[in-house]
Structures are given as C-alpha cells and as structure tokens.
Nanobody
C-alpha cells in the first residue's frame, strides 16, 4: 500500500513557474514508476509525465515537453514536477500516481493516486 500526497499547487500568472511535490508513504517508493496526470473542468484526466524507478528515463506529453520536468528522490520518497512557462491551458487539478509498469500513459496502469492539487494559470 502506498499513500501519495501532493503539494505545491496555487495561482500563477502566465509565463510563471510552479513546483509540485508528491510525498509517498511506505518503504517501497523506489519500486514504483511515478507519473503526473491532470484534469481540467469538463475534461478527462490526461497524462502529463512519468519517470521510471531509478529516474533514468522520463516521458512527457507533447504539450509540456521543454516546459515541465519530472524528477524523483528515492531517499526522500518524493516525486516532483517542475512547471515553467505556464500557460492558461495548463490550469487543472494535478495528480501524482504510482505504477508498477513504465511505458503506459493510461490512467488504468496506475494503482495508487494522490488527492490532487489545484494549479491555476491566469492570463
């Protein structure tokens, strides 16, 4: 069992930056692929980024490539999402999630989810 808690969301102007953190309970954090998803009002939850167990491989949705960076610190049981050059269309609730598989962007591949943190980008 893994419990995930996101933090770091908030309100930022377009072009600004925010950093999200995802703290995990338990001693098996390094056994999981970590991902970030987001869900805007009236839209389906969508994949944003993922990082493999060691942090050596990452995957990004096209619209965030070059702007967002996913990372992890297994010693701190924490995953991160650094978001730069934010746009109003990045506004959403952001969720971190844990999976045992790397390479799938589907939400169904992730078994543990955080409660989400709101990110709002004003124009």
């Amino acid at each position: 069992q893994v419990q995930l808690v996101e933090s770091g969301g908030g309100l930022v102007q377009a072009g600004g930056s925010l950093g999200l953190s995802c703290s995990a309970s338990g001693r098996t954090f390094s056994s999981y692929v970590m991902g970030w998803f987001r869900q805007a009002p009236g839209k389906e939850r969508e994949f944003v980024a993922a990082i493999n167990w060691t942090g050596g491989r990452t995957d990004y949705e096209d619209s965030v490539k070059g702007r967002f960076t996913i990372s992890r610190d297994n010693a701190k049981n924490t995953a991160y999402l650094q978001m730069n050059s934010l746009k109003p269309e990045d506004t959403a609730v952001y969720y971190c999630a844990a999976s045992i598989r790397y390479g799938s962007r589907g939400a169904g591949a992730y078994v543990y989810w955080g409660q989400g943190t709101q990110v709002t980008v004003s124009s």
